[in-house]
């Protein structure tokens, strides 16, 4: 195996690139006649199926001292017995100077999904794979210990094969390789459930492990080693950035995932279960860390310089998804009859309680939200707008009689949307079939939302929303 690179971190003249090995590799990174030598060391947090550590060295390169512009870059590998391997050439860049107008593509939830590889190749066909920064609002795949979601997974549909144009998947007789988007353009990742494992005893297999986490006994480590910056006090699990004209903080705002709650109330068969229902992971009510951070973030001259203030996190509590409910609460234990249930107070929800006040008061103009798999906005009474644009692999469906819990009314679709059997335009995308991406594009103000129906392998990528970022007057 050697993987494709990857790019992460820009700073004012520089960028981390990261590949990978399935042997002991000396790594180094080719400009022209530049050579910049790779940090490679084994990782110790991914494993096979059946809990035996995979055999993964990570090569990662410190690049520095780039002037503006794409630069062309190679990565090359090699073996203990003189083997060399060497990607093709791609082009990195540093950061986008402060206030210079970015594009950034919006995505999340790609899971090995069936439509995620035909999703990002219609990105590199509408806007190329030379952006700014992927803003990844969580989910990316499975389990993540398990190495084979990331690097070669069964359905051809691993994280960085979708994402690095490796990936081989059939549809409608297409088929589709994903985009070599991660060798130009540099990946600004949030945590969701499915970057979190469990528990590490008790269990023989890894997907066992994913699910069962505990309040005490859950880790990000695979994630933290595959993408270790950004990084903010407390590591890769929360950072900001400015990229341009904007200014990005990603946010570790998920909880464990209990799958047979699909309503307020856990089922009783969990009675003695010292679990504690959805337990809610990394803390970020108003008197933690992460929230004590994020309110200095949003405070800071960076913030405030910005022409423009985004936010990702994964869980999404606007929204008409299958996964905003229940509220983003603790859970509160309820026994009756010897039966344990949680209850999840709406008036207890972290993210409207404490985050949204935040929000509003640092003038946020956007929240990428993820895990219910549609696509859905909402623009709150402070002018924050909150999207879910995470119709990419699969749709768990919209429930619009449901509507949102925070009590927000849907944004209609501006340009084209989907209509249901009578003709209604519908205020989401909630489709199997259809595929949904979104781009940030600073220099116009707006986020376009493009659709792509997999079934017509020829027909077109309509844009079908434009989100204005701020509205004048
Ligand atoms: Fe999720």
Known sequence: MHSEPYLLDPSDDGVQVLWHTAAPARGAVRLGDRRVEATSSALVSLFDDEGIR???WRHWSDVRGLGAGRTPYRVESVFADGAVTESKTYTLAPAVPRHRPVRLLLSSDHQMWRNTPANLAKVAETVGVELDGVLFAGDMVGVPARAADWFEH??????????????????GGRR?????LLQHTPLFPAIGNHEVMGRRTRHRTLQARFDDPAPDAWDTAAYEELFPVPRGPAGPRWWSRTVGDVFVVALFVTRAWRDEINTYLEPPDRTGDPQGGQFLFERVDAGSPQHAWLAGELASPAARAARFRVVLFHH??????????PAYADPVKLVSGGAVRYAYPIHDDVVFRDLAPLFAAAGVDLVLNGHSHLWNRFRDAAGVNWLETSNVGNSYGAFPERGDPGGLTPVLPTVAPLRDAAGTPLPFVAD???TVFSVLDSADGVVRSYRF??????????????????ISG
């Open 54 to 56: 995979a055999t993964v």
């Open 154 to 171: 069964p359905t051809g549909r691993g994280f960085f094969e979708s994402m690095t144009g490796r990936a081989d998947t059939e549809i």
């Open 176 to 180: 589709y390789r994903g985009a070599p």
């Open 316 to 325: 999404g509590s606007h929204g008409l998804g299958a996964h905003c409910v």
């Open 432 to 434: 199997d079939d259809v």
């Open 453 to 470: 129906d997999t079934r017509e392998p020829d027909g077109p990528v309509v844009l079908f929303d434009e989100l204005p970022l701020k």
